[in-house]
C-alpha cells in the first residue's frame, strides 16, 4: 500500500488548508482512514478518523475546525483543516487502519509520509 499525502504549507492564523492523500495498492473503498500528527518535541497525536461507510472521529482540539472526507472514485481522503492556529503546526501523516465504529477507535496499521502545516504570523 502507498499513502501519498499532499497540501502542506505556511499560513496564517485563521487561515486554511486542504491535505489530500491518494492510496494505491488496496482495495480504497473497504478501508478506514485517519489523519495523524506530530508538532515538535510532542508525540503524534489522531487528528481525525473515517471509516470505510463514513463515520468520523475527531481529536477534541479540531472539532469544528477540521473535515475529514474520502472520495472512492479518486481513492482519496482529504483533511479540510479551517480557523488554523498556530499550535496546528506539525507534520500530518495519513495512515490507513482499523475503526472500530462502536468505540469511534482508530488504530492505524500503514503510514505514509508526512507534509508539513506550518501556521504563523
Known amino acids: 500500500v502507498q499513502l501519498q499525502a499532499s497540501g502542506g504549507g505556511f499560513v496564517q492564523p485563521g487561515g486554511s488548508l486542504r491535505l489530500s492523500c491518494v492510496v494505491s495498492?488496496?482495495?480504497?473503498?473497504?478501508?478506514?482512514m485517519g489523519w495523524y500528527r506530530q508538532a515538535p518535541g510532542k508525540q503524534r497525536e489522531l487528528v481525525a478518523a473515517?471509516?470505510?461507510?463514513?463515520?468520523?472521529n475527531y481529536a477534541d482540539s479540531v472539532k469544528g475546525r477540521f473535515t475529514i472526507s474520502r472520495d472512492n472514485a479518486k481513492n482519496t481522503v482529504y483533511l479540510q483543516m479551517n480557523s488554523l492556529k498556530p499550535e496546528d503546526t506539525a507534520v500530518y501523516y495519513c495512515t490507513r487502519g482499523t475503526y472500530y465504529t462502536g468505540s469511534s477507535y482508530y488504530s492505524p496499521r500503514s503510514w505514509g509520509q508526512g507534509t508539513l502545516v506550518t501556521v504563523s504570523s
Open positions: 473515517i471509516s470505510s461507510g463514513g463515520s468520523t
Open positions: 495498492g488496496i482495495t480504497f473503498r473497504f478501508d478506514d
